[in-house]
């Protein structure tokens, strides 16, 4: 009784009322010893309540053969910032506890596992990050019959660029978890949402994030990967102090310690470029650089430093050097297989290339972009591509590349690129229409959800269920987006935000 007592306490968020029901359960007499002090150490990690390392490495030690207790000691020891005892723990056999050990390595270089098998979506995500692996080949082996491996396999399809698959997946995932935990779906959301290029949809999903985060402090490399993607998009949003002062912010000690960190270099890299300070970019990307070569991980759809690199030695008059970045950059790329990572290292292998053969790679940037649903990505090479059309004398081709990067831009909420593509458009002489102030960018980031999840079909059941909001609420929510976008219903919603 007291052990469904305590079970249901967790399902409401009482960790507290949790761990007191078991310890008063560890006084009676229980044929499992083991399995009572793992439950109270989940409840106490969970909590973040003190002990919970002790416990559960107590009962790990009682039975050394319980991967059940090992996997939960491993979590509390990545909470402690102690990643070195991991691989220790979660040495046995058991595919299982291996999975788990390539989930902590995603984290921490300490728990890299040396080899992994293709057994579990965790392990195949190992091999996508070390870039052994195609994109078409890791899209085979996702699975989603647990919560690890639903996690595992949205960031696999998210680097594959099956976006709206990836997004289901985390659609689904029980959001009744530890604020940690929720706070993980959410960051992953808003990075495939800023893989689309919907800046909006990508906003609203870090600040549910954050508010989960502000629960519980001790996840380092989810709060390092969340300020990342903020600053991000505020570069997008041309707010370069705000962007500057947040990426200052987080890097921590503790956020200097994990792969996400990597992220905050290059973004902090994205801001000197944007401010002129090539130099200090340089130094920027290639310190992302340095700290992925910790880890064994070269994929450039997880981290594309070397195009960053590329573009702040072209500004710097090395074209020598930034053409042998960008271009290792797009072999790695093509070995992955995935447009959009290829297409985002022709566009920097075109933009250092001089001449005829710098437009090629440009064009085959848009090309290859045209087949990735990373519309923000498009609207940059598309911009570069009208650049150099203008240069040659192509005024028309150019006139044709900044408008549509121009509406790509505005309809993504990038009003950093919109800018750019409106000046250069202005610079061919052309008479461009006036910048948009309409449209998806006037919904809230409460609305903006609403009508992504109800443009895929989403019930208001299921609406409420995934954003913790009353069911009743939903079809009012609705009616205000149907307002803003000038639709009459659900049919015209995927049209009017541009979801596919």
Not at 101 to 129: C, F, K
Request: proline share 4%.
């Amino acid at each position: 009784m007291l052990d469904r007592a305590a079970q249901e306490a967790v399902n409401q968020g009482d960790t507290s009322g949790a761990a007191r029901l078991l310890w008063r359960a560890l006084r009676e007499p229980v044929a499992n010893p083991s399995r009572a002090l793992r439950l109270l150490g989940i409840a106490e990690l969970v909590g973040n309540l003190p002990g919970a390392t002790a416990r559960l490495r107590e009962a790990f030690q009682s039975d050394e053969d319980d991967a059940e207790s090992a996997v939960a000691l491993s979590y509390a020891l990545h909470a402690e910032g102690k990643p070195a005892e991991i691989p220790e723990v979660l040495s046995g056999s058991s595919p299982w506890a291996q999975a788990h050990l390539a989930v902590h390595g995603l984290a921490w270089q300490e728990a890299v596992p040396s080899s992994v098998s293709l057994d579990t979506p965790a392990g195949v995500l190992h091999h996508v990050m070390v870039g052994d692996i195609s994109a078409s080949e890791a899209v085979q082996l996702v699975s989603a019959d647990s919560t690890v491996s639903s996690l595992a396999s949205a960031m696999t399809l998210n680097l594959a660029d099956s976006l709206d698959a990836a997004l289901a997946l985390l659609d689904d995932v029980d959001r009744a978890q530890p604020p940690a935990l929720r706070a993980l779906t959410y960051v992953m959301r808003a990075n495939v949402q800023r893989r689309k290029g919907d800046l909006v949809c990508a906003r609203a999903d870090l600040t549910l994030a954050g508010d989960h985060l502000r629960q519980d402090r001790r996840w380092h490399a989810v709060s390092t990967w969340h300020a990342a993607l903020l600053a991000d998009i505020l570069l997008e949003e041309s707010r370069l102090d705000e962007a500057a002062l947040l990426i200052a912010e987080a890097s921590t000690d503790e956020a200097r310690r994990v792969w996400s960190y990597g992220g905050l270099l290059t973004v902090r890299g994205r801001l000197l470029t944007a401010r002129g300070d090539d130099h200090d970019a340089l130094e920027a990307f290639l310190a992302a650089g340095r700290h992925c070569a910790s880890w064994p991980y070269r994929n450039p759809a997880a981290l594309a430093w070397r195009s960053g690199a590329a573009l702040a030695c072209a500004a710097m008059g090395d074209g020598e050097r930034a053409r042998e970045l960008a271009l290792e950059e797009v072999s790695l790329a093509r070995a992955w297989g995935a447009p959009r990572a290829l297409g985002m290292a022709l566009r920097a292998a075109g933009r250092v290339t001089a001449g005829t053969a710098g437009r090629t790679l440009l064009e085959e940037a848009v090309r290859v972009l045209r087949c990735s649903p990373a519309r923000l990505e498009l609207a940059r090479a598309l911009v570069d591509l009208g650049v150099v059309l203008r240069r040659q004398a192509d005024t028309s081709g150019a006139r044709a590349s900044l408008r549509e990067a121009l509406d790509l831009a505005q309809k993504c909420g990038s009003s950093a690129m919109a800018a750019r593509a409106y000046s250069e458009l202005v610079a061919t002489g052309a008479g461009p229409r006036r910048m948009r102030q309409t449209g998806p960018t006037a919904l809230t980031p409460t609305e903006h959800q609403v009508a992504a999840l109800a443009a895929r079909g989403r019930s208001n059941e299921e609406i409420a269920s995934t954003l913790l909001m009353p069911a009743d609420a939903v079809e009012g929510v609705l009616s205000g987006i149907y307002r803003k976008l000038g639709v009459s219903g659900r049919l015209q919603l995927s049209e009017a935000l541009d979801v596919d």
